[in-house]
């Protein structure tokens, strides 16, 4: 998994690109080579094996600062998914950024290439490919966006 990450991250960022893909075991404490805490961590299709909600929760926690943004592409994968959302809720705010169907693609200037009124319209497969995406942003409790401490 690595590997294909940091493939994508030439591909995308190319060979000079500061950016490095390193692996870390959720719910370890983070090695010095990984340089936490980091300011933005995205992640994606990761809620989906309730014996590792906990530790994934754990590794957020020990890889966030008090301004750290998360954010979480999710798709309901497991019957149980609850049980993540209110383990991270004790550490994190959260805020749903999309809900069913708000997808998009959006270019480099942040404008939306394709509005989701002309995808419609074309009969676009993007909207049905996301419809159960849900993108969230999650915020530490114990930041200065909300004056709690741990």
Request: glycine residues 6%; charged residues 20%; contains cysteine.
């Amino acid at each position: 998994m690595v590997e294909l990450i940091a493939r994508n991250i030439t591909l995308n960022l190319g060979p000079k690109s500061s950016a490095r893909a390193l692996p870390h075991a959720w719910g370890t404490d983070p090695s010095p080579e990984l340089g936490a805490p980091f300011d933005t961590i995205v992640m994606a299709d990761v809620v989906y094996d309730p014996a590792t909600y906990e530790l994934l929760v754990r590794s957020l926690v020990a890889l966030s600062h008090p301004q750290t943004e998360v954010l979480l592409a999710h798709r309901e994968r497991h019957p149980d998914n609850a049980l993540f959302f209110t383990s991270v809720q004790k550490h994190f705010r959260l805020e749903q950024l999309t809900g069913e169907g708000q997808c998009g693609v959006w270019n480099e200037q942040g404008e939306e290439e394709v509005p989701a009124s002309e995808r419609q319209q074309r009969g676009s497969s993007l909207p049905a490919a996301c419809s159960d995406v849900h993108v969230l942003r999650l915020t530490p409790l114990w930041g200065a966006r909300t004056g709690k401490s741990l």
